[in-house]
């Protein structure tokens, strides 16, 4: 239609050169040019709109062009709540789901840089972990298989409450995805006494212990009205990090009952107590009424409180109970691993002066000039580069290695938070990340205080009894017998013993020792020729 006026305009511009024709048919010839203009011009505003329509639509569908075939991750639209000591999952994974095998993935609260747990080259870097989550964290390698980078968060605390973010990132993109995790407790049942002191007004305190987060109290009257705009509450923390509740409330002279309601603010039961306040507590005639009835309400209040006590007693009982069965049962051990004065001796008669090789040395750490003492330094030091130096782990070798004969060395071990002690075969790996087990030539105890853990590292771990810790650990090497026992020195205790080690026939044997505390430092030294014990 539009190409048929176009026409139709030239074809009467034409015919108005070439024929002389009437003002009329002029007139008409011009209004038609016109119209066509017209026509023309809101075609190009049609194509105009057409096309900007069309980069709109084009614009719009670019970021899933771009997207397609990327994933993301997915947190929890619920928050995990537990309650303190329990082990729980925080969920989240990758969707579609691919791998995580190769990714890294990485949980953190607050700061990226300090993470909740960090999978990254296909393994965990507890290095640089926050503190507080050392030990207590987990992603099962299967689960990453399939996506699922859930993190397995072991003995919640209260502390631990808050929104974690886990992020994968397989180098070219990477998701983030959040959970929330509250951790509660139900306090115990809240108990109402009267406290009253000379001159003021009669008060009634409801009180009830171990809750988190902080709870709700609620006081009632008689008829059910809600009183609680004319109580104070106070709140204390306990070392656990668990609430304790007082809430109070000024009581009239008039008969009532009151009730408390304890309710936490996360939908869990509820605790409620009820105190009647007798007419006759107020009585109107003679003193000796007053403290009669008085003496009486007292009393009777006092017996569902004693009853509440002696049960919460009862219930204490029974936990400790356990513990003081362990604590019972490490001291049996502690006197059965005791080592007779005779043996000790013939121990000590294999002792040997150790040295610290400073060649095999970590750069960070520090050895004194008579190769006795070695401390975790801030920085790397400029070393060469020999190929018996640890450039991982912060480790250190003696200088003397034994192919036969026994041997006996101590350590002056202190308050160090983290350290390992032992032998390595000569021919154990020493450079990048390796387990220290006997696999791989290493034979030693850590103690770890980060976790609060004592073990012997054979695969899988052995736990050690926490009541063996040594200030001094003396280590007795047999070579011809393969094998390698460690003692706590002040108390003469044997702690564990490797058996059956494997290593090459006259391959050598060195004393070896690993330190990750700041604060403190290992000493090598003489032990004592005439040792005594508590039992001597």
């Not at 990254?120 to 987990?138: C, E, H, S, V, W």
């Not at 005779?342 to 000590?348: C, G, M, N, P």
């Not at 390698?484 to 006259?506: A, C, G, Q």
Request: proline letters at 6%.
């Amino acid at each position: 239609m539009l190409q048929f006026g176009e026409e139709f305009s030239c074809l009467v511009s034409a015919l108005g050169r070439a024929l002389p024709v009437s003002a009329h048919l002029q007139r008409g010839s011009s209004f038609l040019a016109a119209q066509c203009g017209r026509v023309d011009k809101t075609t190009r505003e049609m194509k105009m709109r057409f096309l900007g329509r069309t980069c709109l639509i084009v614009l719009s569908l670019l970021p899933a062009v771009s997207t397609q075939g990327r994933w993301r991750v997915v947190g929890s639209d619920q928050p995990v709540i537990a309650e303190p000591g329990e082990d729980v999952i925080l969920p989240c994974h990758i969707s579609p789901r691919v791998s995580a095998v190769d990714m890294e993935v990485r949980w953190y609260r607050d700061r990226f840089d300090t993470p909740v747990h960090l999978y990254l080259n296909k393994k965990d870097q507890p290095r640089g972990q926050d503190i507080p989550y050392r030990g207590r964290t987990a992603l099962p390698p299967s689960a990453l298989q399939t996506g699922d980078i859930s993190l397995h968060l072991r003995n919640l605390q209260p502390a631990d409450t808050g929104v974690y973010t886990c992020l994968a990132d397989d180098g070219s993109w990477n998701e983030e995805g959040q959970t929330e995790v509250i951790v509660t407790a139900l306090g115990t049942q809240p108990s109402i006494s009267m406290d009253s002191t000379q001159g003021e007004q009669t008060r009634l305190v409801c009180r009830s212990e171990g809750w988190y987060p902080e709870p709700e109290v609620i006081w009632r009257d008689r008829d059910g009205n809600n009183v609680t705009s004319l109580s104070s509450p106070t709140v204390q923390r306990d070392s656990q990090g668990l609430l304790s509740v007082s809430s109070y409330i000024k009581i009239k002279q008039q008969s009532n009952m009151f009730s408390c309601l304890v309710r936490s603010k996360i939908p869990k039961p509820d605790w409620e107590s009820k105190l009647h306040i007798s007419s006759d507590f107020f009585p109107g005639v003679s003193g000796w009424m007053v403290a009669f009835f008085l003496t009486l309400a007292l009393s009777i209040a006092a017996i569902p409180l004693l009853v509440f006590q002696w049960r919460r007693m009862d219930v204490m009982e029974r936990k400790l109970e356990p513990m003081a069965a362990q604590r019972l049962r490490e001291e049996l051990e502690s006197v059965k691993r005791e080592v007779l004065k005779s043996e000790w001796k013939w121990i000590l008669s294999s002792a040997v002066d150790v040295t610290l090789d400073p060649d095999t040395a970590h750069r960070r750490l520090i050895l004194s000039a008579e190769g006795k003492r070695v401390r975790l330094g801030e920085a790397w030091q400029d070393l060469p580069a020999n190929p018996e130096r640890f450039d991982y782990w912060e480790c250190v070798l003696g200088r003397e290695g034994y192919t036969s004969g026994r041997r006996y060395w101590q350590v002056q071990v202190g308050g160090n938070r983290d350290w390992r002690l032992g032998v390595s075969r000569e021919s154990a790996r020493r450079k990048g990340d390796f387990s220290m087990i006997p696999q791989q030539g290493y034979w030693t105890v850590e103690w770890n205080g980060y976790r609060d853990a004592f073990t012997a590292l054979t695969d899988p771990q052995t736990p050690l009894p926490r009541s063996l810790k040594p200030q001094k650990l003396g280590v007795y090497l047999d070579y011809e017998e393969g094998q390698l026992s460690f003692y706590n020195v002040e108390t003469r205790s044997h702690i564990y013993t490797f058996t059956d080690m494997k290593f090459n026939p006259n391959e050598k044997l060195y004393p070896f020792f690993y330190i990750e505390d700041w604060n403190t430092e290992l000493v090598l030294e003489s032990p004592d020729p005439d040792p005594v014990s508590a039992t001597d």
